[in-house]
């Protein structure tokens, strides 16, 4: 697979723009290898557990794995929740998983995900503009806005306001299927989405070739180089053929092994 970033993400992170993108793979590779081992421990048809693995593990690894770039600026913004999401040159980066179904990208928030009150908070303190969540109110409707709790809220504060990056990725049963990312705003409070750049596909970075090493001691004297010894052969010496003897050998001792042996035949 190859290891293109896109030109938003180039632009939104810079120098830092490769090493984000392999940070977000990993993690959700990270994700993919708990949730099918807790599936295999599991033991069971249902996906309860496995489910849970990827919910909070998605969170988790994605955390550690921005963490570990040391990217200046980085934050974990949290949110009283398994819901803890790192905050890299301005994007709050939102993972998310969606069904398999060979399509591209959903235009709407995934229909087997909930849209709780939370993600809407995370959309709402991302968004470049102020929503309400009523489309089209009926005259005399109030229509209440949605109150942020403090980090999020502290986000919506902030000049310029942090976008967010969604990665919506496919996992089934076997693992992980497809990724993308892409900055995104939450229109409505059904769901629709408003991609602010491309939908990338997320692919695997190249991983490091391997290179057979030059031998930069070639010419160094090793235990194994040069020519080999000739080493004298022990023989008879002139008296000793001229008298017919043998030559001497070494007997092997025996052992109590050979005699156990001997002793039972």
């Known amino acids: 697979?190859?290891?293109?970033?896109?030109?938003w993400a180039r632009e939104q992170y810079g120098d830092d723009a490769d090493a984000i993108r392999a940070a977000v793979w990993w993690s959700l590779e990270d994700t993919q290898e708990a949730t099918l081992d807790v599936r295999a421990a599991a033991r069971s048809r249902y996906g309860f557990a496995?489910?849970?693995?990827?919910?909070t593990n998605q969170f988790e690894r994605l955390v550690e794995r921005i963490l570990d770039l040391r990217v200046e600026g980085?934050?974990?913004?949290?949110?009283?929740?398994?819901?803890?999401?790192?905050?890299?040159?301005?994007?709050?980066?939102?993972?998310?998983?969606?069904?398999?179904?060979?399509?591209?990208?959903?235009s709407h928030w995934p229909r087997n995900r909930e849209l709780s009150g939370l993600v809407k908070e995370i959309f709402a303190a991302t968004s470049p503009t102020t929503k309400l969540w009523v489309a089209d109110p009926l005259p005399d409707l109030e229509a209440s806005e949605l109150v942020l709790r403090p980090s999020l809220a502290e986000l919506a504060e902030r000049d310029p306001r942090p976008h967010l990056v969604l990665v919506v990725?496919?996992?089934?049963?076997?693992?992980?299927?497809?990724?993308?990312?892409g900055m995104v705003e939450l229109l409505d409070e059904m769901g629709t989405l408003g991609w602010l750049t491309e939908r990338s596909l997320l692919t695997a970075p190249?991983?490091?070739?391997?290179?057979?090493?030059?031998?930069?001691?070639?010419?160094?004297?090793?235990?194994?180089?040069?020519?080999?010894?000739?080493?004298?052969?022990?023989?008879r010496s002139d008296e000793e053929r001229k008298l017919g003897l043998p030559p001497t050998t070494e007997a092997a001792e025996e052992t109590e092994d050979d005699s156990a042996e001997s002793d039972e035949d």
């Not at 913004?77 to 939102?94: E, R, S």
């Not at 496919?170 to 993308?180: H, N, P, Q, V, Y």
């Not at 194994?224 to 022990?234: F, H, K, N, T």
Request: charged letters at 25%.
């Open 206 to 235: 190249e991983r490091t070739p391997l290179f057979a090493v030059s031998d930069l001691n070639a010419d160094d004297d090793r235990f194994d180089s040069g020519d080999l010894p000739e080493v004298p052969m022990a023989g």
């Open 1 to 7: 697979m190859g290891s293109s970033v896109p030109q």
């Open 169 to 181: 990725y496919e996992m089934d049963r076997s693992g992980l299927k497809r990724a993308w990312w």
């Open 74 to 106: 980085t934050e974990i913004v949290k949110t009283g929740t398994w819901y803890k999401l790192p905050l890299v040159h301005n994007t709050l980066l939102f993972p998310v998983c969606t069904e398999v179904d060979g399509t591209e990208p959903p």
């Open 50 to 55: 496995p489910g849970g693995a990827r919910m």
